[in-house]
């Protein structure tokens, strides 16, 4: 665009409907607050700024919402402004003019009206040029309630008349006002300062700009979609899980396009990031929250829910496997098997073809290429070497009532069924740590440890060799 653009988002309005103590505008779809997704597309369509207009909750509104990163770490600005009373549509505006710029054109949005297209929004500013007021509308088989667009005889926008102030005839008409326009600054503001609130519901209305445009002898421009999800509010939580499926629907889509397999489309969710290598495939039922990676030739076994990782390429994750990097995050090396019904926790970094089995638990802790831990086991606060064989039922006493220890188990060990690993404790590299024992001493490398009762034993001993064929 040859101007620039500044975004006001309404988000000052109560949400009655939505019985919930929160601000309507922060229900989370696809894992983000709804007025978040909005600010998200102002940054798409390259918006110089965003305002946003607070009123109900307004503290938590403004906590709740991120300036989104533009290319290159760049913040776009946001700003709050209050408005206090909630006199109408046009009220809200008046309370963003003072920190609009007059240089710019001004995008109205909607806090709870997430699934507008980047493009859409193109087009409007685009047929607005930075000269004209332009509408965003559409037709709906039932229109009620809504602002209709009346036209003149020639076709061009002549009003917008609110629905309770509408004539029998003008409520036929089904074209009506999405809520989203593209005005010039320098025009809305004159414009704005002339509204009145003798209408059918006493509030100040953003759509009467239409009627100053059209004295001023200004044309005013339509752009007519088809699909009515992109300018679909939240009101009730009915209508937050039809667009939360409508939202999966197109991340699912987009996935496809990019050659991901979905066993199914309408079973996966995905409430952040989910960035996708080649000839990935996904059973049904996953979950991915926050930025997930899943490298080439990856796949994720049914019912699996999977929070801030990395997984390698090549890698299984067997059903029913919970995965949650939170801040820490977890990797997954390449060529590894994972569950089935495994957890791995914030800090778990699982080196190349590792084996995590079922009911195995891994936090704080890395595994270098080759470890196996296949069942009933718990690593955590661990450094376990290459090729490590950890045994079921065995863990790491990683917590004593104070602080927490690390637990050493060099490459090549083999530690039994049923230990415990008191940390701080190293198990050198070959060394063998005997079943049911409870270690409290380090092994020396290559060294058996067997302990019985509160005794720990050290002895030398040879790890039967590997039979041959
Ligand atoms: C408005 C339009 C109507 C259009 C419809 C589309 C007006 C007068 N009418 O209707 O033509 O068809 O949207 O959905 O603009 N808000 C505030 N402060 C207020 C009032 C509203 O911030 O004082 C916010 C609301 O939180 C909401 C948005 O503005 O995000 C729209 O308000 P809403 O009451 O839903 O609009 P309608 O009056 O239904
Ligand atoms: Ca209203």
Known sequence: MSFPVDVVVMAAGKGTRMKSSKPKVLHRLGGRALAQHVIDTAARVSARSVVVITGHGAEQVEAGLVAPVVDAGAALKLQFVRQEPQLGTGHAVQQAVPVLADDGVTLVLSGDVPLTRPETLQALLHLCGGQHLALLTLDMPDPTGYGRIVRA??????????????????????????????????????????????????????????????????????????????????????????????????????????????????????????????????????????????????????????????????????????????????????????????????????????HIGNFVEVKNSTLADGAKANHLAYLGDATVGERVNYGAGSITANYDGANKHRTVIEADVHVGSNCVLVAPVTIGAGGTVGGGSTITKDTPAGALSVARGRQTVIANWQRPAKKKG
């Not at 019904?341 to 080196?351: I, N, Q, S, V």
Request: aromatic share 4%; charged share 25%; net charge neutral.
């Open 153 to 354: 005889a020639d076709g061009s926008v002549a009003a917008i008349v609110e629905h309770k102030d509408a004539s029998e005839a003008q409520r036929a008409i089904t074209e009506i006002y999405s809520g989203i326009m593209a005005v010039p600054t320098r025009l809305l503001r004159g414009w704005l300062a002339r509204l009145d609130n003798r209408n059918a519901q006493g509030e100040y209305y953003l759509t009467d700009v239409v009627k100053f445009a059209v004295s001023d002898g200004l044309k005013v421009a339509a752009h007519r979609i088809a699909d009515s999800l992109q300018v679909a509010g939240v009101n009730s939580p009915v209508q937050l899980a039809e667009l939360e499926r409508a939202y999966q629907r197109r991340v699912a889509d987009r996935l496809m396009e990019q050659g991901v397999r979905l066993a199914d489309p309408a079973r996966l969710d995905v409430r952040g990031t989910l960035v996708c290598g080649q000839d990935v495939e996904i059973d049904v039922n996953c979950v991915f929250e926050g930025r997930v990676e899943i490298g080439a030739g990856a796949r994720i076994g049914a019912n699996c829910v999977i929070a801030s990782a990395v997984i390698g390429e090549g890698v299984v994750i067997h059903p029913f496997t919970h995965i949650d990097g939170e801040k820490a995050g977890v990797s997954v090396g390449a060529g590894a098997l994972v569950g089935p019904f495994a957890r791995l926790r914030p800090g778990a970094k699982l080196g190349r073809e590792v």
